[in-house]
């Protein structure tokens, strides 16, 4: 039997062991320092990858980054400005050099890496390819998925475009954006109903009509599900960078 293939998110990965990584320091007097060590912080990725590849089965990964540019801030120009002016852990920058040098870690022009791993997770492949990521968008990729580095559970076509309606109503504060005000995941799940195999279309009107009786047109609701969406296999062309965006 073959193993693993692994889809890993390049960004989380680093995020976390160079915010991890820091120490300060009190010198007397009232004067600190902040500091961080790079070698130590890619001694800790290197651990990370072995233990994840044996874990989860796996001789050969896939990391992926998020590019400078994001054409979400297209559909959406408050999108993630949140984040604006929010200091970065120290060693990220080297970090994320050190993926890309050793690793050859995949950008795709305008994408975030929750997209590159989507489009290579739905992408035609013998083997079996698992994304690594703890973060809970994933579950709209119809594909094996690992949020634990331990497990692996199997997301369904039915249950990934449930779940894309999901965080069209509930949104994302991390990411910034609002979904429909005053919807968490748990009303979410009661506009929708419990039947996940309803058609996207279905789904659709529902999501539609909980948004327009609190005053947003169609309009708006394609831009909140637009940003919503993780890129699958055949949204994105690779040569242009043209992204195929969302549309029922």
Same mark, same amino acid.
């Given at each position: 039997?073959?193993?693993? %293939?692994?889809l890993?998110?390049?960004? /989380?990965?680093?995020?976390k ?21 790079? *070698? ?8 990370v990858? !072995?233990?994840l590849? %044996?874990n989860? @089965?796996a ?7 998020t590019?400078? *540019? ?7 120009? &408050?999108?993630k &400005? ?32 929750d ?5 290579l997770a739905?992408?035609p492949?013998?083997s ?7 973060? *809970?968008?994933?579950r709209q ?9 331990? @497990?692996?559970?199997?997301? &369904? ?28 995941? !748990? ?12 058609? /996207?279309?279905?789904l659709?009107? *529902?999501?539609?009509?909980?948004? !327009?009786?609190?005053?947003? &047109?169609?309009?708006e ?11 699958r %296999? ?6 242009t ?8």
């Amino acid at each position: 039997m073959s193993k693993n %293939h692994l889809l890993i998110d390049g960004d /989380i990965l680093i995020y976390k062991i160079a915010t991890a990584s820091e120490e300060a320091t009190h010198w007397g007097d009232g004067f600190w320092t902040l500091h961080a060590d790079a *070698k130590t912080c890619i001694g800790n990725i290197e651990n990370v990858l !072995k233990t994840l590849q %044996h874990n989860l @089965d796996a001789e050969t990964f896939t990391i992926a980054l998020t590019d400078e *540019k994001n054409f979400r801030k297209d559909v959406l120009p &408050s999108y993630k &400005s949140n984040r604006l002016g929010r200091r970065k852990p120290l060693t990220l920058p080297a970090l994320r050099e050190y993926l890309l040098e050793k690793y050859k870690a995949v950008i795709y022009k305008g994408l975030e890496a929750d997209d590159v791993l989507g489009i290579l997770a739905t992408t035609p492949n013998k083997s079996k390819q698992v994304i690594v990521s703890i973060d *809970k968008d994933f579950r709209q990729i119809p594909s094996f998925i690992s949020s634990n580095g331990q @497990d692996i559970i199997n997301i &369904s076509p039915e249950q990934a475009d449930y779940w894309f309606m999901v965080q069209t109503l509930a949104g994302d504060n991390v990411d910034g954006y609002t979904g429909l005000p005053t919807c968490g995941v !748990k009303t979410a799940l009661k506009i929708l109903g419990d039947n996940i195999k309803l058609p /996207i279309a279905e789904l659709w009107e *529902k999501v539609v009509t909980a948004y !327009k009786k609190k005053g947003f &047109s169609e309009k708006e609701v394609l831009q909140q599900a637009r940003v919503a969406k993780i890129l699958r %296999h055949g949204e994105y062309n690779e040569k242009t960078g043209e992204v195929k965006l969302w549309k029922m």
